[in-house]
């Protein structure tokens, strides 16, 4: 490629609301261009990467076995009624009518279309197992899209779906995934954990994460510094927590606690550890049709809720905030809520709570707590993991510390089992003649956001710097002056040769400053720049390595063997 002819429109500024490396430099290095809130187009230079980044992908899942297809973006809506997900994905699933007035939805992912592809064209469990993916476009309407393609609302994704005759079946292909998968991040150059995850809107049972560690992640993760424990904040496990401070022994009783209603104040009115006090926390509870209904949650006063846990534990599709008014028409009196007594709302309570005692809580009653009380007899149904895991936290493997840290996540794998298969009627023959629903796993990576990660793992001040397998081209040739007939006929001549060769190389021709050039070279970040400039007259050219920031001349007789290090 000539620099002369490339559509790389580069920019001094980035738009105002571009605040991370990834999304200034794909938007200065035009790589990339936006049209609309989370919509880009790729230019010239980001369609070589994502299709660069595409080929790895589609390399190692053809080598796992999987299959290619190519599945539609606009969806029937009957296929996600059948499923239960039209209500229940909520407002990321952008739905639309056509002209007949038929309903349809833009594929935030593609559980319900293939499995609508498979039943009745898979019939017995001798054509399984079977694994069909695609690297396509998806439409999620992100309520926050933000950080270029990070988080856009059209993006690409690899997403696949394995069809099993058995659970066991499944686990051997969500094992091959994660060993495909890392082999992607791998040779992407991705420093990368995989990670114990929640299992969100898509569902099932079993679902990890693969995490890019990066400062600018909006994932948090918790790694244990022993052994190989690591998990999403949303679904991490600790092991239980203790205190060493001497515990409030008290017959239960209730106490007169005027106007303390945070855990602060009743720790220091009873000289008591937090850790023996139970913190009620009030939550809008949004279900199918927008109904809602008051739920509370209770935690240890050290303790944090984490929300995605609670709103599974509610089942909830989203948890808002309740407002005094809600919370006063649902019968509780804000800062003295306790779990007993507590009659005509939904509560949860935290499973390290389980039969503990000497507690510390809100006696449902204005200036009023209970001391002495003990959590039993309290349903199995009311427990559940609600805390947030914390940096310090005791892993629940190993007993090891736990620090946290910041991810992007690059992909998910699940296995989602019957779920998908049970609620739309895909079943298969089983070797004792036995109709049974499929059992299915799903597998996606996030091959625009992967881009983006690409540039977050490795970029300086100046712009990116791509890796070897990612980078748009590998070699930039500049000409230092145009005008001047020996370097133009020199970098000419190695140019076609390199090009003859097939290698990745584009010659910056134009009519421009030596300054500017190495300013997009920096800025666009090629893996080396070659440098045809003054130093030719005795024979020599200067070899740029972006990522190590050094320059070195080389003689040009021996320009070929230095040459293959770049290649
Ligand atoms: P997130 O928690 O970041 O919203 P998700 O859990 O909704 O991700 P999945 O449904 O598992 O994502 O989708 C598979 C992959 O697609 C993700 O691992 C991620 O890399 C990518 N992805 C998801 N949402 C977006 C988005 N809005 N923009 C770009 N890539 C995305
Ligand atoms: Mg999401």
């Known amino acids: 490629m000539r620099f002369s002819k490339l559509f790389a429109p580069t920019a001094k500024d980035a738009p105002k609301d571009a605040v991370l490396p990834s999304h200034i430099f794909l938007i200065r290095g035009g790589f990339i261009a936006q049209s609309g809130s989370g919509l880009y187009n790729f230019l010239p230079l980001g369609k070589i990467v994502l299709d660069k980044i595409r080929n790895v992908v589609k390399e190692e899942m053809d080598n796992a076995g999987a299959q290619e297809i190519s599945m539609g973006v606009v969806n029937p809506a009957e296929l996600w009624r059948q499923s239960g997900r039209y209500e229940a994905y909520g407002k990321e699933l952008l739905r639309f009518k056509d002209r007949k007035d038929n309903e349809f939805v833009l594929g935030p992912t593609h559980e319900e279309v293939v499995t609508d592809i498979v039943r009745n064209r898979v019939n017995s469990y001798k054509q399984l197992p ?51 998968y890392t082999q992607i991040f791998t040779r992407l150059g991705l420093d990368f954990r995989v990670v114990a995850a929640d299992s969100g809107a898509i569902g099932g049972s079993g679902s990890k994460e693969f995490m890019v560690l990066a400062k600018n992640g909006e994932d948090d993760i918790l790694v244990c510094g022993k052994c190989e424990y690591a998990a999403n904040i949303e679904a991490a496990k600790r092991e239980k927590k203790t205190s060493g401070a001497a515990p409030p022994k008290a017959d239960f009783a209730k106490f007169h606690t005027p106007s303390l209603t945070s855990i602060e104040s009743i720790c220091g009115f009873f000289k008591i550890d937090a850790f023996y006090t139970v913190k009620a926390v009030i939550k809008k509870a949004i279900y199918k049709e927008n109904r809602s209904e008051i739920v509370i949650f209770f935690v240890r006063g050290c303790d944090d809720l984490q929300e995605v846990k609670a709103q599974n534990a509610a089942k909830a599709l989203e948890l808002a905030e309740a407002n005094e008014e809600e919370i006063k028409n649902a019968g509780l009196i804000a800062g003295f809520c306790g779990p007993v007594g507590l009659a005509n709302v939904k509560f949860f309570i935290d499973n390290e709570l389980k039969e503990e005692k000497n507690l510390i809580c809100g006696a449902n009653e204005q200036d009023y707590h209970h001391v002495g009380v003990c959590m039993f007899n309290f349903k199995d149904e009311r427990y559940a993991d609600l805390i947030e895991v914390k940096e310090g936290d005791l892993c629940p493997c190993c007993g090891g510390g736990l620090s946290q840290t910041k991810g992007i996540e690059v992909g998910h794998i699940f296995q989602l089992g019957q779920k998908y298969s049970s609620a739309m009627n895909a079943a298969f023959l089983d070797q004792n003649g036995k109709t049974q629903p499929f059992f299915m796993g799903c597998y996606g990576i996030g091959v625009s956001r992967l881009a983006a990660v690409m540039i977050e793992a490795n970029h300086d001040e100046k712009g990116c710097i791509w890796n070897k397998q990612c980078a748009p081209y590998l070699l930039d040739i500049i000409i230092s002056n145009i005008k001047n007939e020996a370097q133009a006929k020199f970098a000419e001549e190695l140019y076609n040769k390199l090009k003859s060769e097939k290698k990745e190389v584009i010659l910056d021709d134009r009519n421009e400053r ?6 997009d070279f920096e800025l666009i970040g090629f893996p080396h720049a070659l440098i045809v400039g003054r130093e030719l007259d005795d024979g020599k050219v200067e070899l740029v390595s972006r990522a190590a920031g050094v320059k070195e001349f080389v003689d040009i007789d021996k320009l070929d063997e230095k040459l293959k290090e770049v290649f």
Do not use: V, W
């Not at 690899?158 to 499944?170: N, T, W």
């Open 130 to 180: 079977l694994h069909l993916y695609q690297i396509a476009t998806k439409f999620r309407d992100e309520a926050r899209p933000r950080f270029g393609l990070l988080r856009g609302r059209e993006f690409i994704m690899k997403d696949g779906y394995s069809f099993h005759a058995s659970m066991e079946d499944l686990k051997r292909e969500f094992d091959l995934m994660e060993k495909t």
């Open 514 to 519: 030596f300054g500017f050039k190495m300013n």
